[in-house]
Structure formats: structure tokens, C-alpha cells
């Protein structure tokens, strides 16, 4: 460096000579950096320049720099010399950085200031206009906030002793900044909260006949974009939905006539039109241009808007068209041949080859029981056989082959069938593809019976795993054994060993159910043939492939049928309006949408709720329960609740824990029961219903021809505490009694019971067709195991999974949830009814984890140990060379035991207060 008054770099005389470094000077001055070499300047700032690189030698250094866009390399400068040029550039570059810091962070600062004082404004101003701050203000702010780039100056550690020495109003908006927007949007609603609580207290106190609790009122004031209420049975959810309105109404955050309420069937949405109308205009609201309408009627209202044609709804639909179902299929069977193979085929042996919810099937400890009554080895034979069978072949199963073929190396062989009318022989080999077998040595074993039958001249014919779950192996069976002189007779009707046909009327539901929710998921037959290779393997994919090809046609004629009547059915009317609110053909007017049992959507009606609420600064308000989702069969899909998020987007979910209708201990009872499933959104329901002791028992009938006359002796009992005025809370009125059963059939166990009218309502209902209702005490018949028994053990088709998003894993899903719906219908108490040696296996729940009594018929306490092992019988004494035990009563099958005296594993089973002759004799045990 020279010792001119600006800092100066150039090579010495001698470096010059030594180095040929050439004339070169080098200058940094005011942020600029100058290069001269030969006379030639090259000017640039320092934040266009880089010192690349630093190459010290022994006597001098080379420099490398990048000066703009070119690169420098200077050589010639001692080492000294380059070292204060290095740290010369470092500090001339970070003091530029800095200052370029402080001009950004002064620019920054003031735009933090700017949004800091408009969302202030925006959030004040929100609040005395709109009330609640939704999420979709706080995603506005947040955004707006996120483009300002403030908060990385303010972590930037070469800024912290500027940021220290600001003055007040800047810090001021720091502080403000630094707060996080939805925290302070929380905040802000909470107090939102807590006000309107206050200044509404009179329309919260008289907008239903009793004051709204501090779970209905928060759910009512928060109005964010996207709201899920999760709601006990019996918590007032059609309160907290009217109130809503109401509150909308009131405050003039929406007018009338952009509330729309969406309900599931027309009683549901009459109801909510009704009781809107009551509750709100008694208070000066204009309920009347608050709209309640079904689902489908609403969807109609749409298409019609948005086409200038309101179509019409297909006629034949009455009982879902199950009846218009069954002509198509009866006309399909008529008209075309390979159908109806197919559909007998599957209708007599496909449909009843699949596992129940406890993964039951025809297969024994042995081996697959085929229709005809043996058991085989592998379900491919009994594919085999079933086949044979549905189609008259005669066939012997492992008949000894009819030479000697036992050696020192082999046994006698048995071919896996035999068809005597041809003298033929039949081997089904367990190949996954041509020459693989996933058993060590069994292609020798394949070749050496092959040879066998070429050696005697014997007939062979031959099937592999690899083709039968492919389709083609019954298909090239019946061409050989044709062609060798068996002619095939099908017949559906055929009865098997022990068995029968599935019923027709299951059968269409299935195909119903599964239309349904094909429709609903708008799933084509390409998408759901992906789903089945997808999903399915095994005799599983053969089995569901030939549902779907019979669906294939099914469908077809169900849509043929509704374009030839010019019609609709009821998924067409959901997806056609959503797909229309989608494409902007009609705007929804509505602002607020409130959805009444949200548990029950179907994808379709979910997609339609979406689209409605697509637009910003509108709000969906959903409520339901996922504890009493009970109609998958009709397309609810239960995963549009639990999934509500994903669907929705963010969402404030909310639950309506307290119940106004039962006792806590049929809550506790009913809670921890449905609450098994892990799948369920857990809540915990709090009573604020008396105690009316006891709540829940269980009475064990002798037979089922019994079961009549014990109902009615109970309800006799109770009507005579009615009316001698023993039973408290109950003077002067009648008694409602509800008899539920899981089936219609079961009507008959009450119909002896009329005379009891003068002090009981008793009226019998199925428990689907409960939802909604209450009575003081309920009884729930049916409490047996069996395929008609509670939990019903005719299971879902699970072919359905492949037109649903998500299957349940959870054993009897539903079923559960049923049984929840049945016990959550009693405001007093609930009487379970079952029968000796035939205890459901929810019952035997129930006594097990809740340690609810059983009595008889006249109300004396049975023992009721549930065998430890099973869960699914009682224990009974048992004695052995050791002495007296316990063992399960449904031994062999069931080897549990317990030890009789002095085993702490063994409960004791007593009840809960005195034994009474009235309804229910024991609550649940403590």
C-alpha cells in the first residue's frame, strides 16, 4: 500500500520484475473499488465486487477479484500488503451491509407500522360490524403480514443494538408485531365472548324454553368460517342451531333470507322450520325467510337455477328404489345369459363367501366346508366345489386314485376330485403364475402326478390358483368338462349343506348401498376396476370382480331407466347441484349454512356444503354426533365428520358435552361402551338430568316364546308404581315407554300390552327409525346372539370399501354406535332384555366392564361371571379330581376357568342398592 491520502494497493518495483505482475493499482474509496491496470480504470461498488480468493506466496500474494463482471487476478503485492487490503474490503463491506440494513429495516419498520395500525383498524372494526374474528380474517392478516418482511430484520443479530436505540413508536410497533396475529385474534374473541355473553343475556335466556348452557352459548356467538359441533345425544342441538339463527338475526350480522338450514330427511327439516318459527318470532326476528330444507329438495332448487329446468325426481325411488332394482335385475337375468349365470352364481354362493365382522367364514379348524357338506383344503377347492355344486356336477372329493400308485416314495394318491359321469379327474394346482408354486417340492410333486395320469391314461383336468383368482379357470372348466359330456344345470335355488341363498332382499341392498356410494364418490367403473386391483387379491378379488361386473350392467340399466323417464335419483341431485355451484352456474345467495346431523353425509352432500360455502365471507355451521352415525347402508360415510378438516379446511371444532336428557349413569355407561372404538371423537358427556334409581338392567327370559309375557309383567310393575304413586317425578301424567328392537319382526313382543295404556304410552319402534326420539324408560329386545340378534351378524357386504374412502377396521362399528343410539333414548332408565344361553355379546359387555346385574323375569339376581377368556359366556361351576371351579359354558369350544374361593380374579357380582319390583331393578354397579 503507498501513502497517498486514499487507501492505495499496487506491486512494488521489484515485484513487478520478479512476478511480471504488470502496472496495475488497486483503490477503494467511498464504497467504490478501482482496478487500474495499463492506464485502464475499472470502477464498481462493493456490492458489486468479491474478493474471490487470496494466494499468498513466500515474498508477495496474487489477489483474485471480481470486479463487476469481470475477474481480476493481481499479482505482485506483498503479503502484508494483501492482508490489509482483506481486511480493508471485509470492513468496507460489512459496514455497507449494515447500512443497507438499517435503510431496510427503517423501510420495513415503516411498513410493520402501516400494518399494524390497519389490522388494529381492521380487527376494531370487525369486531363492531361482523362480531367474531374468523379464520379467514385472520389468514388475510397473517398474509398481508407475511409480505412486509419484517420479522427477519428483527432476528438479524447485526441489528440488535439499532433495533435497541429505537425510538418509542418504533418499539411500540415492534411489540405489537412481535405478537403472533392469531394469538392476539384468540384473544380478542374471547373477550368478543365473554361481552356478547353479557349484553345478550336475555336472548340467550329466552331464545328456547330453558336459558342456553356455556358450551350452546359459545358455540352460538363464534362465527367463524368453518364451524363443527360436535353435540351429545340429548344436548340440545336443534336448540343450539335455532339459536343460532336467531342470534344472526338479532345482532344483524346476516339477514333472513341468506340462512339456509340443511337437513337430512323432510321430518328433520319441517321440524327445524317449525321450531325456528316458534322460538324466533315471538322475539320480533323475521324467521320467516329463514329457509329449512332437505338435502335433496335444495339440491333440485339449484340445478333448476342454474339450468332454467328443475328436474324431476325419478318416481320409482319409494323405498330408495330397492323395488326398481330388483325389476332391472330380473330383467337382466332374463335378457342376457352370461348375467344371469353370474348373478345365481353369485346370489347362491359368492355372497355368502366372505367373513363377517369377526372375520367368520364357512372355514372350520379343518379345513373350507363347501355347499355340498365336505370340507377341503384351500378355499380355491371350495370355489371349485361350490361351482360344481351351484351347477349339478356330480364330483367326489380326494376319491383314491383308481391304481396303486404307493412305493417307497409315495402314498396312495387322491386327485382332488373325481367326476364319475366321465371318469375323470380333476387337480387344482396352488400356482400364484405358470411354474411358481410357494411350496418347496411341489412342482415334483405336480410333474409326478401329471406322469401318473399319462402312464395309466387316465383323464386329467387341470385348474391353477393363478387362474381361478384371475376368472378364467371356472370359464375353461366348464368348456372341458362340456366337452366331455356333463352338461352344467345352474341353479340358484339349490339348497347347500346347512345353508340357503342369500335372501334377494339383502342382496339388493347391497347393490343399492354400493350404487349409492359409487355415485356419491363419483367413481366410474374404470376407477373402481383400479380400486380392485388395488385393493384385492386373492379369493377376495375373484369374489368382488364379479360383483363389479355385475354392478357394471346394474348400473347401466339404473341409468338408462332414469334418462329414459327423464329423471334423477337422489345422488345424480346432489352431485349435479355441486357440480354446478363448482362452475359458477349459480351463486348461492346464502351466508350462513347450518347442516343438521352432519354424522350422516354422505361425500355427495358434503360436496355440495362445500361448494355452497366456497365464496368468502361465508360460514358453515355443521353439527352432529359421530357416536350415532347408523346409516352407512344409505351412503353416510362417517369419514366426511371425523374428517372435517380435510375437507373443510380449518375449522373450529366444538362439543356439546352436556345432556339434558338421561341420567349420568346411563352417560357413563352409554360413553365408555361406544367409546371402544378408538375411531369415535372422544367427548365426555355430564348429565344435568336427576337420578331416577335404578337405570340400567338386564333381564334374562327363559325361551323366546317367554319374552312377551316378561315384558309385559315388567311394564305392569310399572305401571302399578305409576299408579299408586310410588315412582316419583311422574304424578298426574303418563308414562312413555319405547320397546326397541334392532328388527321390525320384533313389534310382537308388545302387543299384549294395551292394557296397560291408562298409565303408560308404550309404542314400539326399530332403533334406526328411533333417531330423535325419547321416552322416560326404553327397553331394548333383541338382546341375543345369533344372525337376527344384537349385534346383527349379517355383515356388510366388504366389497363395499372399494366405492368409500376409508373402511372401518373397528369390529361391528356401526353396530355399536346403534346400541348407543338405543341406550341414549331413555330419560329414566333402560331395561335390556335377552335370553338364557343365548346372552348378546354387547350384553355381556355391559356386565363384564360395567357390572350391570342380571335378573330374571321377578326380578332375582343371577350370577353373572363373564368367562375371562372369551367374553362371550358366563361361567358355571365345574368340578374336577383338583376339586370345584369355574369353567366357561361354552366348553369345549371355550377352555376359560377360574378358581371358585379365594381368586381374586374372580369378580363379585352384586347389585347396586335394594332389589325393586319396578321397571329396572339395579343402576350400574359402582
Not at 227 to 253: E, I
Amino acid at each position: 500500500m503507498t501513502g497517498h491520502a486514499l487507501p492505495t494497493w499496487q506491486p512494488s518495483a521489484w515485484a513487478k520484475t520478479l512476478t511480471h505482475s504488470g502496472d496495475w493499482r488497486l483503490a477503494l474509496h467511498d464504497d467504490v473499488v478501482t482496478v487500474t491496470v495499463g492506464g485502464v480504470a475499472t470502477e464498481a461498488g462493493l456490492e458489486a465486487c468479491a474478493l474471490v480468493d487470496v494466494a499468498r506466496g513466500l515474498f508477495w500474494s496474487q489477489l483474485t477479484l471480481q470486479v463487476g463482471e469481470q475477474v481480476m487476478r493481481l499479482r505482485g503485492i506483498g503479503r502484508a500488503d494483501a492482508a490489509s487490503f482483506e481486511s480493508a474490503f471485509t470492513v468496507a463491506r460489512e459496514s455497507l451491509q449494515l447500512r443497507q440494513l438499517i435503510a431496510e429495516f427503517a423501510v420495513a419498520a415503516g411498513q410493520a407500522t402501516l400494518w399494524v395500525q390497519s389490522f388494529t383498524a381492521a380487527l376494531t372494526r370487525h369486531l363492531r360490524t361482523r362480531g367474531w374474528l374468523t379464520t379467514e380474517f385472520g389468514a388475510e392478516w397473517a398474509a398481508r403480514k407475511a409480505a412486509v418482511g419484517f420479522s427477519h430484520l428483527l432476528d438479524d443479530p447485526n441489528l440488535q443494538a439499532h433495533i435497541a436505540a429505537q425510538p418509542l413508536d418504533v418499539a411500540g410497533t415492534i411489540a405489537l408485531w412481535s405478537e403472533d396475529a392469531l394469538a392476539t385474534i384468540a384473544r380478542e374473541n374471547q373477550r368478543h365472548l365473554e361481552a356478547e355473553t353479557e349484553q345478550c343475556r336475555e336472548f340467550f335466556d329466552t331464545v328456547e324454553r330453558s336459558p342456553l348452557t356455556t358450551e350452546q352459548i359459545r358455540a352460538v356467538v363464534c362465527f367463524d368460517n368453518r364451524m363443527l359441533v360436535v353435540a351429545a345425544a340429548g344436548s340440545g342441538k336443534t336448540s343450539t342451531m335455532v339459536a343460532k339463527a336467531g342470534y344472526a338475526l338479532h345482532r344483524n350480522l346476516i339477514a333472513a333470507d341468506k340462512i339456509v338450514m340443511l337437513a337430512f330427511n323432510s321430518a328433520a327439516a319441517k321440524e327445524l322450520q317449525q321450531r325456528t318459527r316458534e322460538r324466533l318470532g315471538p322475539l320480533g326476528l323475521d324467521a320467516e325467510q329463514v329457509v329449512a330444507r332437505t338435502f335433496h329438495a335444495f339440491g333440485l332448487d339449484i340445478i333448476g337455477q342454474a339450468t332454467g329446468k328443475k328436474p324431476s325426481l325419478a318416481p320409482w325411488l319409494e323405498n330408495d328404489g330397492i323395488a326398481q332394482l330388483g325389476l332391472i335385475i330380473d330383467r337382466l337375468r332374463a335378457t342376457d345369459v352370461v348375467f344371469r349365470s353370474e348373478w345365481d352364481f353369485f346370489r347362491a354362493v359368492l355372497a355368502r363367501d366372505y367373513p363377517d365382522d369377526d372375520g367368520v367364514t364357512s372355514e372350520t379348524s379343518e379345513g373350507f366346508r363347501t355347499s355340498q357338506g365336505e370340507t377341503v383344503k384351500s378355499p380355491g377347492e371350495r370355489m371349485i366345489a361350490d361351482w360344481l355344486f351351484f351347477n349339478g356336477v356330480e364330483y367326489v372329493y380326494e376319491k383314491a386314485y383308481e391304481f396303486e400308485t404307493a412305493d417307497a416314495e409315495h402314498g396312495q394318491y387322491h386327485p382332488d376330485f373325481y367326476y364319475p359321469a366321465i371318469n375323470a379327474y380333476h387337480e387344482h394346482w396352488a400356482l400364484d403364475a405358470p411354474g411358481e408354486s410357494p411350496f418347496d417340492g411341489y412342482l415334483d410333486g405336480m410333474a409326478w402326478k401329471q406322469k401318473v395320469h399319462r402312464t395309466n391314461g387316465t383323464s386329467l383336468l387341470e385348474t391353477t390358483k393363478f387362474e381361478l383368482w384371475g376368472g378364467s379357470a371356472l370359464t375353461n372348466l366348464g368348456r372341458q368338462l362340456t366337452e366331455r359330456g356333463i352338461r352344467l344345470q345352474p341353479d340358484a335355488d339349490r339348497l347347500a349343506a346347512g345353508q340357503t341363498p342369500v335372501e334377494n332382499a339383502l342382496l339388493l341392498k347391497t347393490f343399492r348401498s354400493f350404487l349409492a356410494h359409487a355415485k356419491s364418490n363419483c367413481l366410474s367403473d374404470e376407477q373402481l376396476s383400479v380400486r380392485l386391483t388395488e385393493q384385492a387379491q386373492g379369493p377376495v378379488r375373484y369374489r368382488d370382480a364379479s360383483f363389479l361386473r355385475l354392478f357394471t350392467a346394474i348400473r347401466r340399466e339404473w341409468d338408462a331407466q332414469l334418462a329414459a323417464d327423464d329423471c334423477i335419483d337422489f345422488e345424480d341431485m346432489l352431485t349435479l347441484a355441486a357440480e354446478h355451484l363448482e362452475a359458477g352456474d349459480w351463486v348461492s345467495p346464502y351466508e350462513l349454512v347450518m347442516v343438521d346431523e352432519f354424522q350422516d353425509a354422505s361425500f355427495a352432500r358434503a360436496r355440495l356444503a362445500r361448494a355452497l360455502v366456497a365464496q368468502p365471507g361465508r360460514y358453515l355451521f355443521a353439527v352432529g354426533d359421530d357416536w350415532q352415525s347408523i346409516n352407512r347402508f344409505a351412503g353416510a360415510d362417517l369419514s366426511v365428520m371425523t374428517g372435517f378438516q380435510s375437507w373443510f379446511g380449518p375449522s373450529d371444532v366444538m362439543r356439546l358435552e352436556r345432556t339434558f336428557r338421561f341420567p349420568q349413569s346411563i352417560a357413563d355407561v352409554s360413553s365408555a361402551f361406544v367409546l371402544q372404538n378408538p375411531s369415535q371423537i372422544a367427548k365426555t358427556v355430564v348429565s344435568s338430568t336427576r337420578e331416577f334409581v335404578p337405570t340400567i338392567g338386564i333381564v334374562t327370559m327363559d325361551s323366546e316364546t317367554a319374552v312377551a309375557a316378561g315384558i309385559r309383567h315388567r311394564l305392569k310393575l310399572l305401571r302399578d308404581q305409576v299408579a299408586s304413586g310410588e315412582l316419583p317425578g311422574a304424578p298426574g301424567r303418563k308414562l312413555s315407554v319405547l320397546v326397541l328392537g334392532r328388527y321390525q319382526f320384533q313389534h310382537k313382543y308388545v302387543s299384549g300390552c294395551g292394557d296397560l295404556a291408562d298409565r303408560l304410552d308404550v309404542r314400539f319402534s326399530t332403533i334406526h327409525a328411533s333417531k330423535g326420539a325419547e321416552a322416560d324408560y326404553v327397553v331394548i329386545v333383541g338382546m341375543v346372539n345369533g344372525k337376527y340378534g344384537f349385534p346383527s351378524t349379517i355383515p356388510n357386504d366388504p366389497v363395499l370399501r372399494l366405492a368409500m374412502p376409508a373402511a372401518e377396521v373397528f369390529p361391528r362399528a356401526e353396530e355399536r354406535r346403534l346400541f348407543y343410539v338405543a341406550l341414549t333414548r331413555a330419560r329414566r332408565g333402560v331395561l335390556l332384555v335377552t335370553i338364557d344361553k343365548h346372552e348378546s355379546r354387547f350384553l355381556m359387555e355391559l356386565i363384564r366392564d360395567q357390572g350391570i346385574v342380571r335378573t330374571n323375569t321377578i326380578g332375582e339376581v343371577l350370577e353373572s361371571v363373564v368367562c375371562p377368556k372369551c367374553g362371550r359366556a358366563f361361567m358355571v361351576p365345574r368340578s374336577s379330581k383338583r376339586g370345584p371351579f369355574l369353567g366357561c359354558r361354552r366348553y369345549p369350544r371355550c377352555k376359560g376357568t377360574l378358581a371358585i374361593d379365594g381368586s381374586p380374579s374372580v369378580p363379585a357380582v352384586k347389585p347396586v342398592g335394594e332389589p325393586r319390583k319396578a321397571f329396572t331393578p339395579y343402576r350400574r354397579h359402582r
